[in-house]
């Protein structure tokens, strides 16, 4: 998604929590590639309590090391030209239906 994506590419952590209702489970498939590197934490919706994510927060404020790694994995699976990749494949299939 959109987000998790601008998110990595500047390097920033993320807490990301998925929706069970999303449709394909696209949320939770578009989070693993940063999650698999380490920069970041997926919880599901229902499982979420506001002292879960107080606990969390708090976790990685007070661990800047870590909190700092966690932002350059994320930064790793960040891909800049994403927009433009998939502008030129859309151009190449329009073309070759046409």
């Not at 590419?9 to 999303?22: F, K, N, Q, S, Y």
């Not at 449709?23 to 997926?42: C, K, S, Y």
């Not at 979420?48 to 661990?63: F, K």
């Not at 909190?67 to 502008?87: D, F, S, V």
Request: aromatic content about 2%.
């Amino acid at each position: 998604s959109s987000p998790v994506s601008e998110l990595a590419v500047i390097g920033r952590p993320e807490i990301l929590i998925t929706d069970p209702h999303a449709l394909d489970h696209d949320q939770a498939t578009n989070a693993a590639p940063v999650d698999a590197e380490g920069g970041a934490l997926i919880f599901q919706q229902a499982a979420l309590t506001p002292e879960v994510l107080t606990d969390e927060l708090n976790s990685a404020m007070s661990d800047t090391k870590k909190l700092a790694l966690a932002a350059k994995n994320a930064k790793k699976t960040g891909i800049p030209e994403a927009t433009h990749i998939l502008a030129d494949m859309l151009e190449v299939l329009v073309a070759a239906n046409k």
